[in-house]
């Protein structure tokens, strides 16, 4: 089995990746160093593999690496750091919304990509797109709470 | 499936050349999620099909025609007059898998649970495929059995036409989970039109607690030319559904999924009938 390259954007950077035929993009993305892309089930239940995808959040844990050349990715690391928090970050902080945080930047993603999406998501609009992750630690009130916040600062 | 090599087609032209070129070790690819389920045992070369066949959503005479590289999460956002998907793909999994998934690929290859080909059996819906020449199939050609078996090598979906609801028709669809995101227990999707308080047609699907997905004949005639009521309703799903095998299982016996079916096939019928008559469902 060779491998093979592909070339996608990554965080805004274009870069050639060579690829297992079968492999997922978790693990190529993991085993070069973006390590804030989590696994948690490795079977599309979870969503703590979250990445956004030409705008869409997808579970990177199941998707085909070949499926990402030519298209444009995110990662949890795109969005801000311990410094230069981004306005979720800082709210999930404001809100006491984080445990153990293993589901956090899954959750961060697929919040990202709603607001990019959608300028003022009703609470309905963010439990649905928010349907596939799931936090074993904070019942998700707060979480929702802190995407509600900054997704309705961004309206005004 | 294991996939041994992976192959990006720019076009049509090239996606189909070669799809021929590697014959049945050849696999079309489209969200690729249906990976998941399958067995490793099989060995494939993967060929992304995302720029060959077509994506979108547009209105064509009475229907809508939809590209099967269509992401269930653009069915679940578009609105359109007598458009009702909608509704079937906000229930189906989770958020990502809606943004992954295609409806090509939730009908090629059809899974036990699969929600699409019930709702697009009561829809009556027609697939379009093309190869050396193009052929259309209704809803129950296509599903008359796995539909892979319809595909030759460099045979491809290449659209999916479903009606456009109009005044006196009305959708009707109820799907049983154990959990939001989990696995159909039973789906029932129904049709109906209406003629004043009468029944014109009536046409019911199910799937997931049955073998495959199929149509409800023996409800549908039930219902033909009857006064519309809720106990007209249940009564036919009850009577209707009698004959029918359905499948236990995860501690839930055959009889408990059909008296589940029933009673979705019921609610379906029910939720149907306001929508025909100008309600709100
Ligand atoms: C965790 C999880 C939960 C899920 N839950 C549900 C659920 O509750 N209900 C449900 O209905 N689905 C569910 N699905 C999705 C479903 O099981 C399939 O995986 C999915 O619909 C396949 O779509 P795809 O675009 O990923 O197809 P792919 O995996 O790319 O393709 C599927 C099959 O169709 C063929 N194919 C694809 N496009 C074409 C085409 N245009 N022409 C010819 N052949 C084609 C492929 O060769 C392949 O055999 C779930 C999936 C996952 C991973
Ligand atoms: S690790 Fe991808 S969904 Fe759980
Ligand atoms: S904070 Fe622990 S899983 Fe969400």
Known sequence: MSRRSITFTINGEKKTFEIEPGEKLAKLLRRKGYVGVKEGCDEGTCGACTVIIDGHAVFSCILHAFLADGRDVRTIESIGDFDNPHPLQAALVEEGAVQCGYCIPGMIMSAEALMQEMSNPTDDDIRTRMDGNLCRCTGYEKIWAAVKKVAQTNKS | MKLTDFRAARNLAEARAILKELGPVGLPMAGGTSLVFTSEKDERVAVDINRAVPAGIARENGSYRVGPTTRLAA????????????????????QQIRNMSTIGGNISRVFPWADFPVALLALNAAMVIAGDAERTLNADEFFDGQPARLFQPGELLMAVKVPALTAGQGF?????????AGFSLMTAAVFVEADGNAVKTARVAIGAGVPFPGRATGVEDLLKGRKASEAAFREAAGKGLAELKFKGGDGMSEEYIGHLAA???GDALNEAW????????
């Not at chain 2, 009707?172 to 939001?180: D, E, F, M």
């Open chain 2, 172 to 180: 009707g669809y109820r799907k049983q989970t154990q959990t939001s």
């Open chain 2, 263 to 265: 009673v979705l096939v």
């Open chain 2, 75 to 94: 069915l679940q956002m578009f609105r359109g007059d007598g458009w009702v998907l909608d509704r079937v793909a906000v229930r189906l999994a989770t």
């Open chain 2, 274 to 281: 306001v929508a025909a008559k100008g309600g709100a469902a």
